[in-house]
């Protein structure tokens, strides 16, 4: 049987630069470093570490991760503009692979309100700024910022463009969110249609990046990568402006627990999710809500009665994961009023307590009772309850 290798889909991790553009979310440079020295020990394919132009803060930040931070690529973001360039240039010139992400809006809608050019300009600028880049780092990634909403065939001759200019990876961006899962899809294979030799010829990456302004920025990444994308760029927990970015942990848990259906795989280190959720959340001062997939506290957590019995019996009957694949410490029943007795039978025992069925349909009436009340039931209600129900049988 021959083996074939599985493709392998790059992750770009842009919780320093895109999510910290969150609402209410801002990092000093020592916090941004801890995150950056955690997201190398997750494995991420490149760390987008900032906008060096944007503050002396966000250049400094930048110059400590590329000195420090070793293993992924350290990107970090700039207008098509020579300033920005050269201010990316040296605040990445202690990074053992560098690599600079030039943006330059291709929408009418930017175009003619934001820029005030003709497509022509666009184009030149596009050319004129990759090239000028193509020369200080490892490798330049371009983005036509707003790519969802840009005229399709303007699109590929912005990517044509910035792809003879030297850029090695081109990024489409729903940058408002817009788009619709089949309807991006069919754009990224657009592009691959058109431009596949070119793409092929020069060993381009195509890439994606996504925001969830409706709620889809994880939907059109996978079609996406469904239509050859192989880079994902994405944020830990999900933030960023407006409504968030592509989530890394979701996006990368489909990847791995779909992998019969996409075919791909990623390198990244599963088990530190959890722990660089709960240090961007904390750093940034971002909660996670409890529904959250992956990483909310209820992502493991089982409160209803035939949940709970089939996962004691089974895990595989509620649980599609492995919550220590992700770095959880494993299932966590809720004891609630849709609580049944195989759950209250199975903490009795690991109490060491051996009730009769009948003990044990009381006290779990018992409980319900309590959990209409409280809403949630608590180790201290359940103990309560067991010398309750012991005195009354001496």
Known sequence: MKFVKMKKIKIFDTTLRDGEQSPGASLNKEEKLIIAKQLAKLNVDVIEAGFPIASNDDFEAVKMISKEVKGPVICVLARAKKEDIDKAR???????????????????????????????????KVYDMVCYARNFFDEVEFTPEDSARTDIDFMIKVIETAIKAGARIINIADTVG????????????????????????????????????LGLAVANSLEGIRNGA?????????????????????????????????????????????????????????????????????????????????VINNKLTYEIMDPKDVGWEGTRFVLGKHSGRHMVEKILKEKGYNFNANQIKELSLKLKK???IKKRISEKDVEKMIQNNLKKNI
Not at 96 to 116: D, N, P
Not at 273 to 290: A, D, Y
């Open 370 to 372: 309590i959990a209409d």
């Open 90 to 124: 040296e605040s990445l010139k202690y990074a053992e692979k560098s690599r600079i992400h030039i943006f330059l809006a291709t929408s009418k809608v930017h175009i003619h309100s934001k820029l005030h050019l003709s497509e022509k300009e666009v184009l030149c």
């Open 178 to 213: 817009y788009a619709e899962p089949e309807e991006f899809g069919k754009r990224v294979k657009y592009v691959f249609d058109k431009l596949g030799g070119l793409i092929e010829e020069k060993n381009v990456i195509i890439s994606v990046h996504c925001h969830d302004d």
């Open 230 to 310: 192989t880079q994902v760029e994405c944020t830990v927990n999900g933030i960023g402006e407006r409504a968030g970015n592509c989530s890394l942990e979701e996006i990368v848990m489909n990847l791995k627990t779909r992998k019969d259906y996409f075919g791909v795989d990623v390198d990244i280190n599963t088990k530190e999710i959890f722990r660089t959720s709960r240090i961007v959340s904390k750093l940034t001062g971002i909660e996670i809500q409890k529904n959250k997939a992956i990483v909310g506290s209820n992502a493991f957590a089982h409160e209803a009665g035939i949940h709970q019995h089939g």
